[in-house]
């Protein structure tokens, strides 16, 4: 005597299959590592007015000789990255969006922060860094409460 019954019937897909270009996007998205976003985000925030003063390449500096994420990395290493960080900012379009998106979302309050230091590194807040934050806030997708939060903070901190 057979008592079972077909309790889980084929049903046809609930959505639609996925879009390759969507999935292609995502993949190439998730080629950097957490470094090469790190980089990637305090260079753009460096470069948000198309100059680099001197304020800000000793901000960098000092952020990649106190930063976890950065300081176990040699010389040589560090111009590694930075030449792959490079080439994928000049190579893709949307290279700013993917680096925030690799990172761990833990993180992306921190690294946030520090693009807010390196932008006020030079006393002052031009409109195009002030876009290049709202930008990365939303691809990190940091509340707009906690953006100012840390805008505040920092803002106090580079005060005097």
Not at 2 to 10: A, E, S, T, W
Not at 75 to 102: F, I, P, Y
Request: hydrophobic share 45%; proline share 4%.
């Amino acid at each position: 005597m057979n008592d079972f019954q077909i309790i889980f019937k084929p049903t046809e897909p609930a959505h639609a299959p996925p879009d390759i270009d969507l999935l292609a996007q995502e993949f190439q998205s998730n080629d950097w590592s957490i470094p090469e976003a790190f980089l990637c985000l305090i260079l753009s925030a460096a470069y948000a007015d198309h100059q680099l003063a001197e304020e800000e390449k000793q901000e960098i500096a000092a952020l990649i000789r106190r930063s976890r994420t950065m300081k176990r990395h040699t010389g040589t290493e560090l111009a590694e990255l930075n030449q792959a960080v490079v080439l994928k900012l000049r190579e893709r379009k949307d290279a700013v969006k993917e680096a925030c998106q690799a990172l761990p979302v833990d993180m992306r309050p921190s690294i946030f922060a520090h693009c807010v230091d390196i932008v006020l590194a030079d006393g002052q807040l031009l409109q195009l860094e002030a876009e290049f934050l709202n930008q990365i806030t939303a691809f990190l997708s940091i509340s707009a409460d906690v953006a100012q939060q840390i805008q505040r903070v920092v803002m106090i901190k580079n005060r005097y």
